[in-house]
């Protein structure tokens, strides 16, 4: 049974490290799909790129030794059998989607990260005591099919499978057609099985981690959000007979609203966010002074306080331009994200493993939605992040370094390990 256990005792573990040259030559080969002039990458979920993509790394983790399975939804799953193999696995991965004009790092980072834990683990012949299995998640962007963490949401049973395949993208295609004529749909079950824990390296698309010198975030929750939509209500009227003085032009309201909303996010210190990014005017032509304006908003910050704070500003302010105006302006919620907490155990075993390492770490909160966040409902589940230079994310200019990437790695490998247990000879 030599070869079921490694000879690997606890000192030798701790002195094990990833290989970053190769995580950092794979990472570019798979930027290689989808690759745009620019730098970036472009892989829409369920395209022939985001397939080939897919094809690429499954072809690697099979020559790892791993196992692989892909659910009826797309997710892929990558096996390597543990000594106690009846044991739930660790997952680790994040996903190989990008949105239109994305970057090399964005859930590549991740995906790729997991496969070289598992290379590191095959050449020192390490075996786990349970099994780990590399996860590549389909559309987490959501540019194409919304919502976004389709694949995961779906595997953790947060979007009901049949919902997600009659889901349509701009042209009309549904989830449902695109995974048979691009082959991606696999025949395993979806979820439904227990997940010991997931674990995801992510970069961290904003600033603060470049900005300080650190090198690994550790991530301990969400930030929360509240989204709105504001109805504008004025009175449609000629657009020229009417006197400026007796206009109540709904656009001209929302324009002074999305200024009031701007300030609001700056005003509640580096953590406050908010965005006025949709609008719908009605009539919309050119000779009818704007009847009605829907407006889409949201307010963000770290302290969920601080968010019931801006809620209050944003509806004042709302009220008072809408008297100022002559128009009605009425603010409904329809979804809010957050406060979330990752599994604060999870959150230990990674910040254990960066300090032990010997690598600058902080505790962040993520703005973005990940994986990670269905994730958690079905298993304790938490993620680190590496720097994202400039900040930039979303962005062909994304970047993260060699040097960075493989720091996350390490800590990865060793959390993983923290969790799975390592058979010793
Ligand atoms: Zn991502």
Not at 93 to 119: N, Q, W
Not at 260 to 288: C, M, Q, W
Not at 401 to 416: D, F, R, T, W
């Given at each position: 049974?030599?070869?079921e256990h490694?000879a690997i005792?606890p000192?030798?573990?701790?002195?094990?490290?990833?290989?970053?040259?190769r995580?950092?030559?794979?990472?570019l080969?798979?930027?290689?799909i989808?690759a745009?002039?620019g730098?970036?990458?472009?892989?829409?979920?369920?395209t022939?790129?985001d397939?080939a993509?897919?094809?690429?790394?499954?072809?690697w983790?099979r020559e790892?030794?791993?196992?692989?399975?892909v659910d009826r939804?797309?997710?892929i799953?990558?096996r390597?059998?543990?000594?106690?193999d009846?044991?739930?696995?660790v997952?680790l991965g994040s996903?190989l989607?990008t949105?239109?004009t994305?970057?090399?790092f964005?859930g590549?980072l991740?995906v790729?990260a997991?496969?070289?834990v598992?290379r590191?683990?095959e050449?020192?012949?390490?075996?786990?005591l349970?099994?780990?299995?590399?996860?590549?998640?389909?559309?987490e962007?959501?540019?194409?099919?919304?919502p976004?963490?389709m694949?995961?949401?779906v595997?953790?049973g947060?979007?009901?499978?049949?919902?997600a395949?009659?889901i349509?993208d701009?042209?009309?295609?549904?989830v449902a057609?695109?995974?048979a004529?691009?082959g991606?749909a696999?025949e395993?079950p979806?979820?439904?099985?227990?997940?010991?824990?997931?674990l995801?390296?992510h970069?961290e698309?904003?600033?603060?981690?470049?900005?300080?010198g650190?090198?690994?975030?550790?991530v301990?929750g969400t930030?929360?959000?509240?989204?709105?939509?504001?109805?504008v209500?004025g009175?449609p009227?000629?657009v020229?007979?009417?006197?400026?003085?007796?206009?109540r032009?709904?656009?001209?309201g929302?324009?002074?609203?999305i200024?009031?909303?701007d300030r609001?996010?700056?005003?509640?210190?580096?953590?406050?966010?908010?965005n006025?990014?949709h609008?719908?005017?009605?009539p919309?032509?050119?000779?009818v002074?704007?009847?009605?304006?829907?407006?889409s908003c949201?307010?963000r910050?770290?302290d969920p306080t601080q968010?019931a704070a801006?809620e209050?500003l944003?509806?004042?302010e709302l009220?008072?331009?809408?008297?100022r105006?002559g128009?009605?302006?009425?603010?409904?919620?329809?979804?809010?994200?957050?406060?979330?907490?990752?599994?604060a155990?999870?959150?230990?075993?990674?910040?254990d493993?960066?300090?032990?390492?010997?690598?600058?770490h902080?505790?962040?909160l993520t703005v973005?939605?990940?994986d990670?966040?269905?994730?958690?409902?079905?298993c304790?589940?938490?993620m680190?992040?590496?720097p994202?230079?400039?900040g930039i994310?979303?962005?062909?200019?994304?970047?993260?370094s060699?040097?960075q990437?493989e720091?996350?790695?390490?800590?990865l490998?060793?959390?993983?390990?923290?969790?799975?247990g390592?058979?010793t000879?």
């Amino acid at each position: 049974m030599v070869a079921e256990h490694s000879a690997i005792g606890p000192g030798l573990a701790a002195n094990l490290r990833v290989d970053g040259a190769r995580l950092w030559k794979t990472l570019l080969e798979i930027g290689e799909i989808g690759a745009t002039p620019g730098g970036g990458c472009r892989r829409l979920a369920l395209t022939s790129e985001d397939r080939a993509a897919r094809e690429l790394f499954m072809g690697w983790a099979r020559e790892a030794g791993a196992k692989i399975s892909v659910d009826r939804i797309g997710n892929i799953f990558c096996r390597r059998a543990g000594s106690q193999d009846a044991l739930p696995p660790v997952m680790l991965g994040s996903h190989l989607d990008t949105v239109p004009t994305g970057g090399k790092f964005d859930g590549a980072l991740g995906v790729i990260a997991a496969l070289e834990v598992l290379r590191t683990l095959e050449d020192r012949k390490i075996r786990t005591l349970a099994p780990i299995e590399l996860v590549v998640w389909m559309n987490e962007e959501g540019s194409r099919f919304s919502p976004s963490m389709m694949g995961s949401a779906v595997f953790a049973g947060d979007l009901p499978f049949e919902r997600a395949l009659a889901i349509k993208d701009p042209g009309g295609t549904t989830v449902a057609a695109a995974l048979a004529e691009t082959g991606i749909a696999g025949e395993a079950p979806i979820g439904g099985r227990p997940v010991a824990a997931y674990l995801e390296l992510h970069n961290e698309q904003g600033p603060i981690l470049e900005a300080e010198g650190t090198q690994i975030g550790i991530v301990t929750g969400t930030f929360t959000a509240r989204y709105f939509v504001a109805t504008v209500t004025g009175e449609p009227a000629h657009v020229g007979p009417t006197p400026m003085e007796a206009r109540r032009d709904a656009l001209v309201g929302a324009a002074e609203a999305i200024l009031a909303i701007d300030r609001i996010g700056r005003g509640f210190g580096p953590d406050g966010r908010s965005n006025a990014p949709h609008l719908e005017v009605y009539p919309n032509v050119r000779g009818v002074i704007p009847a009605e304006v829907k407006l889409s908003c949201d307010v963000r910050h770290a302290d969920p306080t601080q968010v019931a704070a801006m809620e209050i500003l944003l509806r004042s302010e709302l009220a008072a331009i809408g008297a100022r105006r002559g128009i009605n302006i009425s603010l409904e919620q329809y979804f809010q994200f957050g406060p979330m907490q990752f599994d604060a155990e999870l959150v230990a075993t990674f910040r254990d493993a960066a300090r032990s390492l010997g690598y600058t770490h902080r505790d962040i909160l993520t703005v973005a939605g990940h994986d990670t966040v269905p994730m958690r409902k079905i298993c304790p589940s938490a993620m680190i992040f590496t720097p994202s230079i400039g900040g930039i994310s979303h962005n062909e200019r994304e970047f993260t370094s060699a040097a960075q990437a493989e720091a996350g790695c390490n800590v990865l490998l060793h959390a993983v390990l923290a969790r799975t247990g390592v058979a010793t000879a």
